[in-house]
Structure formats: structure tokens, C-alpha cells
């Protein structure tokens, strides 16, 4: 069974930064990181694939940076210039199928999630 346990969640002012950690019990060939806030649909925010390519939706370009340590099957999501529109849980993800690295795959593997939240 995969294991995915994200932490680094928390409260900062707009304008902070915050840097969340996901650590999974193996390697894939793409994770993920989504966000949901509440009364809204899940998004996808980032996505990095085991050959080090990165997708960053637009909403957080130039502001959010994807990143992943191999060695210790980790993956990190690094926060800068946050705004009250960021306020969401955060989770990591690893797809059953690899089709869907880019979308929400229900069957695939997620973390608990981790709050953040952004006061303006």
C-alpha cells in the first residue's frame, strides 16, 4: 500500500512563505500536488515527473516551485509571495495510472493533507 504523508502546513500573512513536504513509501513516474478550498472543486497546482520535467498550473507560476528528492522519495512544494487566495488544504498525489499525472485520479494514492492558510 502507498503511503503519502504531507507536512509543513500552517498560517502566515500574505506575502510569506511556506515550503510543505510529502514523503511517499515509493517512487513514481509523476507526483502531484492539489489544493482545495473550501466550496471548491479540487485543483491541481504542480506536477513533477521522474525525468525532473515540471508543471505548475498559472495561478501559482513564478510563485510556487515544484521539487522532488529521490533519494528519500520525497517531494517538496516551495510557497513564495502567498496570498488569501492560496488558503486551502494541500495534498500530495501519485496517480494509479500514469495517463493521469495531470488530472485528480480518484484511484490513485493521496495524502491526508495539510491546511494552509494565508491571512491578507
Known amino acids: 500500500q502507498v503511503q503519502l504523508v504531507e507536512s509543513g502546513g500552517g498560517s502566515v500573512q500574505a506575502g510569506g512563505s511556506l515550503r510543505l513536504s510529502c514523503a511517499a513509501s515509493t517512487s513514481a513516474y509523476c507526483m502531484s500536488w492539489f489544493r482545495q478550498a473550501p466550496g471548491k472543486e479540487r485543483e491541481r497546482v504542480a506536477t513533477?515527473?521522474?525525468?525532473?520535467?515540471?508543471d505548475v498550473t498559472d495561478s501559482v507560476q513564478g510563485r510556487f516551485t515544484i521539487s522532488q528528492d529521490n533519494a528519500k522519495n520525497t517531494l517538496y512544494l516551495q510557497m513564495n509571495s502567498l496570498k488569501a487566495e492560496d488558503t486551502a488544504i494541500y495534498y500530495c498525489a501519485i496517480p494509479r495510472f500514469i495517463n493521469n499525472c495531470a488530472r485528480a485520479d480518484s484511484s490513485g494514492y493521496w495524502g491526508q493533507g495539510t491546511q494552509v492558510t494565508v491571512s491578507s
Open positions: 513533477i515527473y521522474s525525468d525532473g520535467r515540471t
